[in-house]
C-alpha cells in the first residue's frame, strides 16, 4: 500500500519519467525481499531500523558496484522521507546510514576521428530500411548526445523539419529543443521515406522501430550501438551512453560554453556537465607530453 502510494507520489507529482519509477519500484522490492529473509512476519515502515537497511547495503556490496549500491540506497532514503512527510512513520531510518564511497570517474568516450569515418563510410550501414534506422540511431545520439530513453521517446512529430530541430522529453518530463546538422538531417529524412513504404502490421507513431515495425527498446539499441562501435573500439563500454559522453566532449574540446552544453545535455544543473571538463584537462595533459620537449 504504502508502496504504491510512493510510486504514484513520483509519477503524479514529481512527474518521473517511467524509467525512473520502474528503477524505484524494483529497489524497493528488492528491499522488502530481503527483508522477508530475515524476518518471518510483515515488517510494517516503522518497525524498519537503520540496522535492517545497513545490513541490506552489506549485502549488496558483495554483488554490486558502490555507484549501484549508493543509488539504491538514495532511493530508501527518498521513499523513507516519503512516509515521514506523509507522516507514516516519525523519523527517516535511512538517513543515518552512510553511502559507500564512489570512487571518481572520468566519463568514458570513444575516438572522434574513427568515430565520424564510421559514421561516414559507405558499407558500414546495410542498404534499406534496416541499415537506414541503424545509421539514424548512431547518428542522433552522437549528434544530439541524447539519453537511451530519451531516444526511444521520440515521435515523428518531434522533428521539426522547418526549425531543424527535434524536441526531446528528457528527465523529470522537461522539455529540451536541440539544433540538428545537415547530415543528420538528410539521414532523418531519407529514414522517413523508407519507414513509410515498409508494409508493417502496426504503424508506430515512434520514430524509431523494429524491422517488424515495433517500437524499438533499450536492449536492441544497445545491442546496435555496442555492434557498431565494436568496429573502432576495443574499450569494455561501448553503449549509447558513451556517445551522449562523446558528444559533450567534443563540443567542449571545440570551445563550446559549457551552459550552453549543459542545456543540450538536459541537465538540471551545472555540477553534472562540469565533470566534462576533466576530460578536457587529461586530454590537454597528453597533448603536452607528446608535444614539450621537457614533459
Not at 532511493?75 to 516519503?82: A, G, N, P, S
Not at 512529430?157 to 529540451?176: A, S
Not at 544497445?222 to 558528444?247: D, E
Amino acid at each position: 500500500m504504502f508502496l504504491a502510494r510512493f510510486l504514484q507520489y513520483l509519477q503524479y507529482e514529481k512527474r518521473a519519467s517511467a524509467h525512473t519509477v520502474s528503477a524505484y519500484e524494483s529497489d524497493l522490492r528488492q528491499f522488502y525481499q530481503y527483508l522477508e529473509t530475515g524476518h518471518p512476519q510483515e515488517l510494517l515502515p516503522g518497525d524498519i531500523t537503520h540496522h535492517d537497511i545497513r545490513g541490506w547495503i552489506v549485502t549488496l556490496m558483495e554483488q554490486l558496484t558502490a555507484r549501484s549500491v549508493a543509488r539504491k540506497l538514495a532511493t530508501l532514503r527518498k521513499y523513507f522521507k516519503f512516509l515521514v512527510q506523509e507522516q507514516v512513520i516519525a523519523h527517516n531510518p535511512a538517513a543515518k546510514v552512510q553511502a559507500p564511497k564512489i570512487s571518481k570517474q572520468l566519463p568514458v568516450v570513444v575516438e572522434i576521428e574513427p568515430l565520424v569515418k564510421l559514421l561516414d563510410g559507405t558499407h558500414v550501414f546495410a542498404e534499406g530500411f534496416a541499415g537506414q534506422r541503424d545509421k539514424l540511431v548512431m547518428e542522433l545520439l552522437f549528434g544530439t548526445g541524447i539519453r537511451l530513453a530519451e531516444l526511444l521517446g521520440l515521435q515523428e512529430d518531434d522533428y521539426n523539419p522547418y526549425e531543424q530541430t527535434i524536441k526531446v522529453l528528457g528527465k523529470r518530463n522537461k522539455q529540451r529543443i536541440i539544433p540538428l546538422n545537415k547530415e543528420l538531417i538528410a539521414t532523418l529524412r531519407q529514414y522517413l521515406v523508407l519507414k513509410r513504404n515498409e508494409i508493417f502490421d502496426n504503424n508506430s507513431l515512434k520514430l524509431l522501430v523494429t524491422n517488424k515495425g515495433a517500437d524499438a527498446y533499450p536492449k536492441f539499441i544497445y545491442l546496435m550501438v555496442r555492434n557498431y562501435l565494436s568496429n573502432i573500439s576495443t574499450q569494455s563500454k561501448r553503449s549509447p551512453h558513451v556517445l551522449r559522453h562523446t558528444f559533450a566532449t567534443a563540443l567542449l574540446n571545440k570551445g563550446a560554453d559549457l551552459n550552453a552544453i549543459k542545456d543540450l545535455l538536459g541537465h538540471a544543473s551545472l555540477s553534472a556537465t562540469q565533470i566534462y571538463t576533466h576530460n578536457s584537462v587529461e586530454r590537454l595533459k597528453s597533448i603536452y607530453k607528446q608535444a614539450h620537449p621537457k614533459a
